[in-house]
Each structure stands twice: as structure tokens, then as C-alpha cells.
């Protein structure tokens, strides 16, 4: 018997949940990706993640988080700060009509 496909189903479930953005600001620039979720594990493992956006080219020591939860999004602008790779990372709020809010095409 085949087991069902619910890849659709989670994906659509997920495109449910609100989006509460945050800017990462003096991100190292050898960080990429795995680092960042490794560091959202092990300091604030509760919060649910949704993505994570890095310039593609090269990392130019930003980068964007998306969280699911209100709760979890206040909790992290609360903190302030995320270690990746020994440095203090700034998180904020997110700001559409920042000029970094417009870069777009080079995020991953």
C-alpha cells in the first residue's frame, strides 16, 4: 500500500500562519543557513522558525527570520540578541519601507 503524499497539505497548512518578520543585523559574514538555525535551536528552540533569508551571492551581514507566532516574535524582540558563531547578533522588527526591505531578488 502507498503511503500518502502530505508534502501539499503541510505546505498549505503553513501558508496559514501568520508571519511576523525580523531583521538580523551584524551577522558574521562566514554565516550561512545552518548556522543560524543552530543558533535558534539551541537559544530560543521554542520558537517556531518559518525561513530564513540570506543574501545569495554572498552574506552581507543581514539576514531576514520569519516566525509563525506572535508569542515566539515577541519573545525574540524581547532578547534583542542571538549568538551565531561567537558574535551578538541584533534582531529587530522588520520595516517593509526600510531600503533593505525592498532586496528581494538576491535573497535566498
Not at 47 to 61: E, F, H, M, T
Amino acid at each position: 500500500m502507498k503511503k500518502p503524499d502530505h508534502t501539499q497539505e503541510k505546505a498549505s497548512e503553513q501558508e496559514n500562519f501568520p508571519i511576523f518578520k525580523l531583521f538580523l543585523a551584524g551577522l558574521p559574514s562566514s554565516a550561512n543557513k545552518t548556522d543560524v538555525v543552530k543558533a535558534m535551536q539551541d537559544q530560543y528552540r521554542f520558537v517556531p522558525l518559518r525561513d530564513i533569508k540570506i543574501p545569495k551571492k554572498q552574506n552581507l551581514g543581514f539576514a531576514y527570520l520569519e516566525i509563525n507566532t506572535e508569542e515566539g516574535y515577541n519573545h525574540l524582540i524581547e532578547a534583542r540578541f542571538l549568538n551565531i558563531k561567537g558574535r551578538k547578533v541584533l534582531m529587530k522588527p522588520f520595516e517593509k519601507g526600510s531600503s533593505l526591505g525592498k532586496f528581494k531578488n538576491g535573497v535566498s
